[in-house]
């Protein structure tokens, strides 16, 4: 699989462990879950069409966005690379979406997105199978369904916008923890919502890496969640740290849950004895990395998952591709893309940022 990585990303990788970019898709880069598959599978929409690599991109093309929930700053992110990128594809934008993660809060949206007769649906989903009987309705009107982030069922969409590999993803996320923890030692996970494709699937990685030889002196004690709810994930970082006298590091795969955790530990005696890390976005993560709080932690560009969304939908919508493995086409200032199995297209590998070069970020 090509792809190409925004100049923003290209630094050297530290100590992120990255898998090869031909496994299967990550959540957030979701990968697929045990249970993403289990619907039903609908007619896609491109029938029997056979993809034209020369088709010319269609303009004027309504594409919308429809992330787990608005007023999230990962989110806020990642849709406006798509915002842009709509922008130069000549088309119209648009944004809706839930206040709330849950599982089924997104689907009054697609109905209504159907109705408004939109060319493209770019979805992340709280839940794999939840939204499908929707999404194999949009399909069957014609509408491209583009998951992006956390994955549908590969029933009811015709492409999927992987961050980087569920594999690359976890494997980092274990070996961050480890050196934190000085390879020994209890870790604690807080992740968002139960349901999240994405996370559960880095943390059945995570679950196999701690399984191996290698990590036998680090012990998972619990998986907390905290429903991408600032709060709600304040709260639960504050009840591990209490639960757990002993605990050495709080693994937290979500930008508000490692923000949340973070903001809780440098303003308690926790400061420099408990380690926080996981995925964060740079400027909201600054500060707890300049005051010590946070030693490292990794992701990716989120504003480049959005815009590559909005090509590959509109490469969809135009007949380039179809969703089928080898197809290829050129997502715009990222370059040549390759469609991997299952319709998977991924981003490419996570950074990890430290004090040494977090300033060097801005998003």
Do not use: H
């Not at 599978?41 to 069409?49: M, V």
């Amino acid at each position: 699989m090509s792809f190409r990585i925004s100049r923003r990303l290209a630094v050297p990788l530290t100590t992120v462990a990255v898998a090869s970019l031909a496994l299967t898709a990550c959540g957030g880069g979701t990968t697929k879950s045990s249970t993403a598959g289990e619907a039903t599978a609908a007619p896609s929409s491109t029938g029997s069409a056979s993809a034209d690599p020369n088709a010319p991109l269609k303009e004027g093309l309504k594409i919308a966005y429809l992330p787990k929930q608005l007023n999230n700053p990962y989110t806020d992110v990642e849709v406006g690379g798509g915002k842009v990128a709509v922008g130069e594809l000549k088309g119209e934008y648009k944004l809706v979406g839930p206040n709330d993660a849950s599982a089924s809060s997104q689907v009054s949206y697609i109905n209504t997105l159907i109705q408004q007769q939109q060319d493209v649906i770019v979805v992340a989903a709280n839940d794999p199978n939840a939204v499908c009987p929707s999404l194999n309705q949009a399909r069957k009107a014609g509408i491209k369904v583009v998951s992006f982030d956390s994955d549908a069922s590969k029933s009811c969409r015709d492409a999927f916008i992987n961050q980087a590999t569920t594999q690359g993803i976890g494997e980092s996320l274990v070996k961050m923890a480890s050196e934190l923890a000085g390879g020994a030692g209890e870790i604690a996970v807080l992740s968002a919502t139960p349901n999240a494709t994405n996370q559960n699937s880095w943390i059945k990685v995570m679950k196999d890496e701690l399984a191996k030889p290698a990590n036998a002196k680090l012990k998972l004690v619990k998986i907390a969640y905290g429903n991408d709810d600032d709060q709600k994930s304040f709260t639960e970082a504050q009840g591990l740290l209490q639960s757990y006298p002993n605990l050495k590091v709080i693994v937290s795969p979500t930008t508000v849950g490692i923000a949340a955790a973070s903001r809780y530990v440098s303003a308690s005696s926790y400061k420099g004895k408990v380690a926080i890390t996981g995925l964060g976005l740079p400027n909201q993560m600054r500060q707890y990395v300049k005051d010590g709080t946070v030693k490292k932690f990794a992701l990716w560009n989120p504003a480049d998952i959005g815009y590559l969304a909005a090509y590959a939908g509109a490469a969809l919508k135009s007949g380039q591709i179809t969703g089928a493995e080898g197809e290829k086409f050129k997502a715009g200032k990222l370059g040549d893309y390759t469609v991997g199995a299952d319709g998977e297209i991924v981003l490419g590998p996570p950074t990890e940022f430290t004090a040494a070069n977090i300033d060097q970020f801005n998003f």
